[in-house]
């Protein structure tokens, strides 16, 4: 079952050619490039220490329940930079 509070927005990301690491662009048949398929991406965006949020719906998730207590509930956790 999937979290009710965890959003799950991505975005697709078109395949591209990239030019290979470790290639010389002026080799004798010129440069190298490999395929990197299309992919989805995430849309989250980190808002500070302990938490995160959709760009594309602003839901605020957080990197662990200590913060998810600390942001909704008011409850400190002593020796967590930020939580304190």
Same mark, same amino acid.
């Given at each position: 079952?999937?979290?009710?509070?965890?959003?799950?927005?991505?975005?697709? %990301? /078109? !395949? &591209?050619? +990239?030019?290979?690491?470790?290639?010389?662009?002026?080799?004798?048949?010129?440069?190298?490039?490999?395929? %990197? /398929? !299309? &992919?989805? +991406?995430?849309?989250?965006?980190?808002?500070?220490?302990?938490?995160?949020?959709?760009?594309?719906?602003?839901?605020?998730? &957080?990197?662990?329940?200590?913060?998810?207590?600390?942001?909704?509930?008011?409850?400190?956790?002593?020796?967590?930079?930020?939580?304190?």
């Amino acid at each position: 079952m999937i979290d009710p509070k965890t959003c799950r927005h991505s975005v697709y %990301v /078109d !395949g &591209y050619w +990239k030019l290979e690491d470790n290639k010389y662009a002026f080799e004798d048949n010129g440069p190298e490039y490999e395929r %990197v /398929d !299309g &992919y989805n +991406k995430s849309t989250t965006v980190d808002v500070d220490l302990h938490r995160y949020k959709c760009t594309q719906c602003s839901h605020i998730m &957080y990197y662990s329940q200590k913060a998810r207590q600390f942001f909704e509930e008011g409850i400190p956790s002593p020796g967590i930079k930020g939580l304190e």
